[in-house]
């Protein structure tokens, strides 16, 4: 195998082995871009390492054989002591991470090197502030140096000599922060900074390559799902130099806006800086626009470039770029990140512009994207009490109460709180306190800082560069303009999408996109949201390729009407123990405590007419729709009152010695009914199986409602379900008592009802057995609530609350089972009881009612294995409609 790349070898196709961003290195240096030249060490020399411990044997020789052709190249040498060759090392994994080590610049400086390099460059200031930079980040990301210490140093030299930016020490005051620096590294890292140019270039290899195991990278991977075994490859790259003066700088850059998808110039420059300078957001940038005044001839090349990036990778491209005196370099782009509503407004702009088509369309924007869109804003008309406006970052509204690091926000969300993390800037050290946070505000900073990308890629609101804030961390507390101060623990309310700052709790609207698909706001007219233009394209394009069906999860007429607003085709389910509570739980409890048939009989007698009623509002709401029942499902215990409650009762009443006889008798029943394990206990078809009449009367509930429908010109469809079925007997049984109760009430009616009758495939057992028992079965529903609890002997109701944060903390799964559908387990159950059930029914339905059907990742699983839909609630189906249209295109 091949270790390392040169640049002209690669090509954008080759992440996994390349990295993203040396991908798009050779990707650009193939285009003709101007790329300093370099060379990439794969993903694959960085996994032996991981495994093993060391690199893989050939890598130290195809490095120096890759090194000598650049030099060749250059005509200088790596740390030549009189015209040094300088490289950068930096990090690239497939996906941007943050949490990686990111960059060592400037590597092959030295104090020989260094003396070279004020020669070559002219300029002694430019290399001892080289020198110093060096020492810092490879102090810090390679030697474990706390960066602090250095931050510190170098805030002393400024005071001492009274400036106030880096750019006014001067060579003198640099060459003494070097001594100083080195003497830190000394210090802190028990050694000398290595001299070697090749030593300090092994060295950050070697570093990069151990980021990727740490704390912070395995935190992020594990909320982005990454899988840990990627590894990260390693990128060096000839250095040029943002640094050399006036002529020079650094800056970011965005094919369109991340934030809108607008097309024009959007990015930030920094005059006479080296590249992190931008991204740490220290120094504040000027917008990119002003380049064109600055440097007329890079700013035009600028604009070109970004074109050819646009039409090459037909997407939003971000770009980092240098000029160094007046000559451009490319160092970086990818297809870049954008909120959610730019993702949909980009995709149909670029479909517009015929650079992309429709199917394509789709794989540019993502149901969580879309669910993030449904979230409510914050209400225009509310009384509201601005107190700063900072950089629409990332977009949602977020009302919690102010924190001011990281450890807390974490401390007190864990307790249940909403939290908005306020930092002057973020760094990776803040990152589980802004998962943990609902919004991030930060006083300084641009679109680009470390804040406003990391929170964008989560997906969570934030404001940063709010510069009239005056955040002081230490005193845990926040002075806004006029002087009040916001103390940790004050609720305030941030506006992702507009930058506000809001003092206190605003309340919030729904979102655009929810009236639209309510049918209060509609696309095509002239004053349409352009987003909710874009979101009705999508969609049209996402229901044309979907070969999957969606379906609601609803029990009442007002779910399933907003059901069928947002697209649902039909309900998947409807669980009827719904329609048992309220004032008819004492029915049921009647039905319950019943001594003789006859008291039974007259319970179910009067729950007839009730189950009929609220059936007749489905149909009619669902009319010409599939409609699934479930019949009863849950213990019958849950009906009863609380076993403590009633004791309570019992013991007064004795104690006082009033009548207490009813309540006694429910005393007993509660006992008698009392499960250890209800969840594994009498509930579902065995209900239906012990309690005579029960199944019978809800079934005739049914068919009349049906029949009632019919005889008003209605389309009623329904199908009847069976849960928590374990063997075709069970099913069976219950299935020669509906069929007699139908064919009665068709007799009664004159009329043929066409009812289906399926089962809920939730246990093992029928998963194992689905052959057999679809021959009782017209249709199968795949119950992954109670399957996953099954197959993995998870309870349900406990184990989220109880041990999954450590089971996710340890990456025993990236995501919680109950959440996205375990593909090798539950889901190999699913695939294989499809087939076997299909094998004995070739037309048998095939629907999925558990959680998962609403999940982006197990609708694409549903689709390959060939269910016929989904069913998730009302909220989730346009979520599921356009996962399942990306899961077909
Ligand atoms: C299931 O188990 O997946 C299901 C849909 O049923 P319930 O959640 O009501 O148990
Ligand atoms: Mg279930």
Redesign the pocket.
């Known amino acids: 195998v091949k270790f390392v790349y040169d640049f002209t070898e690669g090509n954008k196709d080759l992440k996994d082995l390349l990295g993203g961003k040396g991908a798009n290195l050779a990707e650009m240096t193939n285009l003709g871009l101007p790329v300093p030249p370099g060379f990439t060490i794969t993903t694959e020399a960085c996994k032996v390492y991981l495994d093993s411990g060391e690199e893989p044997a050939a890598l130290r020789d195809e490095v120096s054989a890759h090194l000598a052709a650049l030099e060749g190249r250059m005509g200088k040498k790596l740390g030549q002591a009189d015209n040094p060759l300088l490289v950068s090392v930096r990090s690239g994994a497939k996906f941007s991470m943050p949490g990686m080590m990111d960059t060592v610049l400037n590597i092959g400086l030295s104090d020989k090197s260094v003396q070279g390099l004020a020669k070559q460059a002219g300029d002694e200031r430019f290399a001892w502030d080289s020198y110093r930079r060096l020492i810092q980040m490879f102090g810090k990301t390679v030697l474990g140096v706390d960066g602090d210490l250095f931050e510190d140093a170098l805030e002393a030299a400024k005071k001492a000599k009274k400036v106030a930016v880096d750019t006014e020490l001067e060579a003198a005051d640099l060459k003494k922060l070097v001594a100083k620096f080195k003497k830190i590294v000394k210090t802190e890292a028990g050694r000398d900074f290595p001299q070697d140019p090749r030593e300090q270039m092994d060295l950050a290899i070697k570093a990069v390559f151990d980021s990727w195991n740490g704390d912070r990278a395995k935190l992020y991977r594990r909320q982005e799902r990454i899988p840990h075994d990627l590894g990260t490859a390693v990128n060096i790259c000839s250095m040029v130099f943002g640094n050399l003066g006036p002529d020079s700088g650094t800056g970011v850059a965005f094919t369109r806006d991340p934030a809108s998808g607008h097309q024009g110039v959007y990015g930030d420059y920094l005059q006479n800086a080296q590249g992190e300078d931008v991204v740490a957001g220290i120094r504040n940038t000027v917008p990119l626009s002003e380049l064109e005044r600055i440097d007329k001839k890079s700013y035009d090349r600028l604009m070109q470039i970004m074109e050819t990036l646009e039409n090459h990778y037909k997407d939003l491209c971000d770009i980092e770029f240098t000029i160094e005196r007046g000559q451009l370099w490319m160092l970086q782009t990818r297809v870049g990140k954008r909120t959610a509503g730019a993702a949909f407004r980009i995709a149909t702009q670029l479909v517009d512009q015929g650079l992309i088509d429709e199917a394509e369309a789709l794989q540019r924007v993502t149901g969580a994207q879309l669910a993030q869109l449904m979230f409510p804003r914050f209400d225009e008309k509310a009384k509201v009490e601005q107190v700063g406006r900072g950089i629409a970052a990332s977009p949602g509204a977020a009302v919690g109460k102010a924190v001011f690091d990281s450890y807390t926000a974490v401390k007190w969300s864990r307790s249940g709180e909403k939290v908005i993390l306020v930092r002057r800037e973020t760094n990776p050290d803040d990152l589980d306190g802004m998962i943990a946070a609902e919004g991030i505000l930060t006083s300084r900073g641009g679109k680009t800082s470390h804040a406003a990308v990391v929170a964008r890629g989560m997906g969570k609101t934030c404001v940063c560069g709010a510069e009239e804030l005056e955040v002081d961390t230490k005193r845990r507390r926040m002075t806004v303009p006029g002087g009040h101060v916001v103390e940790e623990g004050d609720l305030i309310s941030i506006d992702g999408s507009s930058g506000k700052v809001y003092l206190g709790e605003v309340p919030v609207v729904p979102s655009p996109v929810v009236e639209y698909f309510e049918g209060r706001m509609h696309a095509g007219a002239d004053d349409a949201d352009e987003l909710v233009e874009a979101v009705h394209r999508i969609m049209a394009f996402a229901d044309r390729k979907r070969r999957l069906r969606v379906r609601a999860n609803a029990d009442n007429a007002e779910d399933a009407l907003r059901a069928r607003r947002f697209g649902a085709q039909g309900i998947g389910?409807c669980?009827t123990e719904h329609m048992f509570l309220g004032d008819r739980r004492e029915l049921v409890e009647r039905l319950i405590l019943a001594d003789t048939e006859t008291e039974r009989e007259e319970a179910l007698k009067e729950l007839l007419p009730l189950q009929k009623s609220d059936f007749v509002e489905l149909f009619e709401a669902m009319d010409g729709l599939p409609v699934t029942i479930r019949l009863l499902?849950p213990p019958l215990h849950e009906f009863l009152p609380d076993v403590t409650e009633l004791s309570v009762r019992v013991a007064l009443a004795e104690a006082r010695q009033e009548p207490h006889e009813n309540e006694l008798r429910l005393l007993q029943a509660v006992h008698r009914l009392h499960e250890q394990n209800p969840m594994l206990g009498l509930r579902g078809v065995r209900l239906g199986l012990v309690i005579p009449g029960l199944f019978a009367m809800q079934v005739r509930a049914i068919a009349e409602a049906a029949a009632e429908r019919k005889g008003a010109k209605g389309d009623p469809r329904a199908e009847i379900m069976i849960?928590l079925v374990g063997t075709v007997q069970e099913l069976e049984i219950v299935r020669e008592e509906a069929d007699q109760v139908i064919a009665e009430v068709q007799a009664a009616a004159g009329t043929e009802l066409k009812l289906a009758i399926g089962t809920?495939i939730?246990l093992p057992r029928a998963a194992l057995t689905a052959g057999q028992i679809a021959e009782a079965a017209e249709f199968f529903s795949?119950?992954?609530?109670?399957?996953t609890q099954t197959v993995w002997g998870f309870s349900r109701d406990d184990v989220e609350a109880s041990f999954f944060t450590s089971y996710l903390e340890k990456g025993i799964f990236g995501v919680s089972p109950f959440e996205t559908i375990d593909k090798d387990g539950v889901g190999k159950l699913v695939r294989d009881a499809a087939k076997a059930g299909r094998a004995t029914r070739p037309d048998l339905k095939l629907g999925v009612?558990?959680?998962h059907g609403g999940d982006p990742e197990s609708v694409h699983f549903f689709h390959e294995v060939g269910l016929d839909y989904v069913s998730c609630s009302p909220f989730r189906i346009p979520v599921a409609r356009l996962e399942a249209g990306r899961a077909a295109s």
């Not at 795949?782 to 399957?787: A, H, I, K, R, S």
């Open positions: 389910l669980r499902d849960p809920m939730e795949f119950g992954t609530n109670d399957l009612c558990g959680e």
